[in-house]
């Protein structure tokens, strides 16, 4: 018997985790029910993270957490409560299916079978953000090795689990190559250990448009976390219906089940939602923890389900479904197919063992790391970069020099063209001269002779190298 946790929600929250436990219980769920409050009423009771501190011992306690859909009242100060929790859990990993149920569900793509396995906790996420200028603010994309190496992995692991046969990465390294270079480089490396899943790397404009145009290529997809979150909705959409998909949200010691939807709180109390996204959670769930045979029954019967024409109103379509039915009714369908399989969608067989177990995070030995220069922002509210440079050059020492001006990353000093529109926030690059070295004073040293010229600094970012490679981007156009 496990314990979990359970959170019913808002909207249609209530309606389709009673519909969604009735069916695993009725399946032979081996699970303890341990059922907290979180989500709208919580964040109206004046608690702007949408839980108690208590639900979060609950939580912790058990390990494994059902969530049916929030509501996240509208307005400043309320926090995402699955944001939040992804990331006070380290669930690093976030997987979401998405398979084509024709001809029972319309879909453009009738042979579409893939997973997508996003990064959880970082990229823009991160959600550090500051406005610099009056013109300009910026979001700071933050990927560490450690994030890569166990979003990746996880994404080998679940394959080789599963009996996938590809693992492919989108990433956007030919622009964002130190961030998305990063998540690639790793990607490759770990690649090389996994000699039977064959690999590639896509980049995410043009792999995008292939998933859109032929999802029967791919397999299991892994990419940070920004285009994870778009494209999974991409992908759920195109199968058919996004209310149709579940996730799973993995760390190393927790873990959240949930559907991909909202709460839908103009369907709620109706007894119409469709509970297959929740369900589809459940039974990502129930292999987590190694249930497997009573999430491949359950699988199976809501399949056939589907097969025999049984729909709620949402993908209820005149000719291919038999009957439109409630909640409740679907729910009842469900349990009553309950070991059978389906005879034309293909039946699931899972492993007896589904859960994966990676290893921790080992930290690499640190490089030789080295200050080569620094970027200096400051707001200035000219429009000739020459004009600003021989600002700059004022407080330049016999051992560092102004070496590039940019606007929004694209090098207008020297050798600028005037037809370039430049903001008030400009990027001033200082490097030693040859035969000097650089050190944290210099730039202090630096900074002061900045504020004695009435130079509005905004903030520094120091250039380095590692093992003598060059760890910085360089100017577009440079």
Request: with cysteine; hydrophobic share 35%.
């Given at each position: 018997?496990?314990?979990?946790?359970v959170?019913?929600?808002?909207?249609?929250?209530?309606?389709?985790m009673?519909?969604t436990?009735?069916?695993?219980?009725?399946?032979g769920?081996?699970?303890?029910?341990?059922?907290?409050?979180?989500?709208?009423?919580v964040y109206?009771?004046g608690?702007t993270?949408?839980i108690?501190?208590?639900?979060?011992?609950?939580?912790?306690?058990?390990?494994?957490?059902?969530?049916?859909?929030?509501?996240?009242?509208?307005?400043?100060?309320?926090k995402?409560?699955?944001?939040?929790?992804?990331?006070f859990?380290?669930?690093?990993?976030?997987?979401?299916?998405?398979?084509?149920?024709?001809?029972?569900?319309s879909?453009?793509?009738?042979?579409m079978?893939?997973?997508?396995?996003?990064e959880n906790?970082?990229?823009?996420?991160?959600?550090i953000?500051?406005?610099?200028t009056?013109?300009?603010?910026q979001?700071?994309?933050?990927?560490?090795?450690?994030?890569?190496e166990?979003i990746v992995?996880y994404a080998?692991?679940?394959?080789?689990?599963?009996?996938?046969?590809?693992v492919?990465?989108?990433?956007k390294?030919n622009?964002?190559?130190?961030?998305?270079?990063?998540?690639h480089?790793v990607?490759?490396?770990?690649?090389k250990?996994?000699p039977?899943?064959?690999?590639?790397?896509?980049?995410?404009?043009?792999?995008?448009?292939?998933?859109?145009?032929?999802?029967?290529?791919?397999?299991?997809i892994?990419m940070?976390?920004?285009?994870?979150?778009?494209?999974s909705?991409?992908?759920a959409?195109?199968?058919?219906?996004?209310?149709?998909?579940g996730?799973?949200?993995?760390?190393?010691e927790?873990?959240?089940?949930?559907?991909?939807?909202?709460?839908?709180?103009?369907?709620?109390?109706?007894?119409?939602?469709?509970?297959?996204?929740?369900l589809q959670?459940?039974?990502m769930?129930?292999?987590?923890?190694?249930?497997t045979?009573?999430?491949?029954?359950?699988?199976?019967?809501?399949?056939?389900?589907?097969?025999?024409?049984?729909?709620?109103?949402?993908?209820?379509?005149?000719?291919?479904?038999?009957?439109?039915?409630?909640?409740?009714?679907?729910?009842?369908?469900?349990?009553?197919?309950?070991?059978?399989?389906?005879?034309?969608?293909?039946?699931?067989?899972?492993?007896?063992?589904?859960a994966?177990?990676?290893?921790?995070?080992?930290?690499?030995?640190s490089?030789?790391?080295?200050?080569?220069?620094?970027?200096?922002?400051?707001?200035?509210?000219?429009?000739?970069?020459?004009?600003?440079?021989?600002?700059?050059?004022h407080?330049?020492d016999?051992?560092i020099?102004?070496?590039?001006?940019?606007?929004?990353?694209?090098?207008?000093?020297?050798?600028?063209?005037?037809?370039?529109?430049?903001?008030?926030?400009w990027?001033?690059?200082?490097?030693?001269t040859?035969?000097?070295?650089?050190v944290?004073?210099?730039?202090?040293?630096?900074l002061?002779?900045a504020?004695?010229?009435?130079?509005?600094?905004?903030k520094?970012?120091?250039l380095?190298?590692?093992?003598?490679?060059?760890?910085?981007?360089?100017?577009?156009?440079?």
């Open positions: 018997m496990k314990k979990i946790t959170a019913k929600g808002d909207g249609i929250g209530p309606e389709i009673d519909a436990l009735k069916i695993i219980i009725a399946a769920a081996k699970i303890e029910i341990e059922e907290i409050e979180v989500g709208e009423k109206l009771a608690n993270s949408g108690a501190a208590e639900s979060w011992d609950v939580i912790r306690r058990n390990k494994v957490f059902l969530k049916a859909p929030i509501t996240t009242p509208q307005g400043g100060g309320y995402s409560l699955n944001v939040t929790t992804r990331k859990l380290g669930l690093y990993s976030n997987v979401r299916p998405c398979m084509s149920l024709h001809p029972f569900v879909t453009k793509h009738p042979v079978d893939i997973v997508i396995v996003r906790e970082e990229d823009l996420y991160a959600g953000e500051h406005q610099q009056d013109e300009v603010v979001c700071l994309k933050l990927i560490s090795r450690p994030g890569c166990k992995r080998f692991e679940y394959a080789k689990q599963y009996g996938r046969k590809k492919t990465c989108f990433t390294d622009i964002m190559k130190q961030t998305d270079g990063l998540f480089q990607f490759d490396e770990i690649a250990e996994y039977t899943i064959e690999n590639e790397h896509w980049i995410i404009d043009i792999g995008a448009a292939k998933m859109a145009d032929t999802p029967e290529v791919f397999d299991v892994v940070p976390n920004l285009y994870g979150d778009v494209l909705d991409v992908a959409q195109i199968t058919g219906s996004v209310g149709l998909a996730s799973a949200n993995i760390g190393e927790c873990s959240m089940f949930e559907a991909i939807h909202g709460s839908a709180p103009r369907r709620a109390g109706q007894n119409l939602a469709n509970p297959s996204g929740l959670g459940a039974i769930m129930l292999n987590h923890i190694g249930q045979e009573v999430a491949e029954k359950v699988q199976n019967a809501w399949l056939k389900t589907l097969e025999d024409g049984v729909h709620t109103y949402d993908i209820y379509k005149e000719g291919t479904s038999k009957k439109k039915v409630s909640t409740s009714e679907f729910t009842k369908a469900v349990i009553a197919n309950l070991g059978q399989k389906p005879t034309v969608l293909k039946p699931v067989s899972y492993a007896k063992n589904t994966i177990n990676l290893p921790k995070y080992v930290r690499k030995k490089a030789k790391k080295e200050l080569v220069g620094v970027d200096m922002f400051v707001q200035w509210n000219g429009s000739d970069p020459n004009e600003l440079a021989k600002l700059i050059k407080i330049e016999p051992s020099n102004l070496t590039m001006i940019t606007n929004r990353g694209i090098k207008v000093y020297p050798d600028g063209f005037k037809e370039t529109f430049c903001t008030d926030h990027r001033c690059r200082f490097k030693p040859e035969g000097n070295s650089l944290k004073k210099d730039i202090i040293k630096l002061t002779r504020m004695d010229s009435d130079i509005d600094t905004i520094t970012e120091n380095y190298s590692f093992d003598g490679k060059a760890a910085y981007s360089l100017g577009q156009g440079q």
